[in-house]
């Protein structure tokens, strides 16, 4: 009698952990223009081309050539990695470091750099619930990393954008760009562990990761994105207003 107690016991634990564990969600946040009010990788190629002349001038004469790869979704990291060869190369790695610190701090300490403070309560309340919650970008990972550790919000993961050297400067490595986020995340997570799945985005170019959710959370949108995101997601769909 003592054992089948025990037997059973044992049994119940081990659903209430599993009951447990399978009301962990997955929650996917974009980053600029959802939790950042700006594009971060452009104003990071601003701050590198504006503190040159030289190199202003270098990217000014390649802009003609890499503009085609720049408008098309899937070739814009061709266009991006030229361009930020262009600002970086002949930098030494401490130089890189050096200026990636200068511009998080000036980027953050412009009064037009807005953090959205819904979107740092939504982070906290995820948080706090044990979501996954996972910082899925377009950025750099150290951009969105360092930008992160200045909220001091435990737990958040990212899956972005990735650089790497060649010839002497820096260039993309994978760009975390419109279907490239769901290979990332699919590869990174069991999405089947997790009993709801909910995406945060302010943009159309996000559709294909949030079919992945149970339900899209849209911020700010543009009208255009708007009429798009409805059309894919219609009653999953949730509009709301940030600041």
Not at 98 to 121: H, P
Not at 124 to 150: F, L, P, Y
Not at 192 to 213: K, V, W
């Amino acid at each position: 009698m003592e054992y089948r107690y025990l037997w059973n016991s044992y049994q119940d634990s081990c659903s209430q952990i599993k009951g447990i564990l399978s009301t962990v969600n997955l929650i996917l946040f974009d980053f600029d223009k959802t939790i950042i009010n700006k594009d971060t990788g452009a104003e990071y190629m601003k701050f590198m081309v504006q503190r040159n002349p030289i190199r202003f001038v270098l990217c000014f004469f390649a802009l003609p050539y890499t503009l085609p790869f720049l408008i098309l979704n899937k070739t814009k990291f061709i266009g991006f990695s030229v361009l930020l060869w262009l600002v970086t190369c002949g930098m030494s790695p401490k130089k890189v470091a050096k200026l990636r610190k200068r511009f998080i701090n000036s980027y953050l300490e412009n009064n037009a750099t807005v953090i959205y403070k819904n979107a740092i309560d939504k982070l906290i309340s995820h948080t706090q619930h044990n979501d996954t919650v996972v910082i899925v970008s377009g950025a750099s990972e150290w951009m969105v990393k360092r930008i992160i550790a200045k909220l001091c919000i435990p737990k958040l993961e990212v899956a972005c954008s990735e650089e790497t050297r060649l010839a002497g400067g820096m260039v993309s490595k994978f760009h975390c760009y419109e279907t490239n986020k769901v290979e990332r995340i699919k590869m990174r997570y069991n999405l089947e562990e997790y009993e709801t799945i909910i995406g945060y985005s302010d943009s159309s170019i996000d559709i294909p990761l949030l079919r992945l959710c149970n339900q899209q959370i849209i911020v700010n949108p543009r009208p255009y994105c708007s009429t798009k995101l409805t059309k894919s997601f219609e009653k999953s769909m949730k509009i709301v207003k940030w600041v």
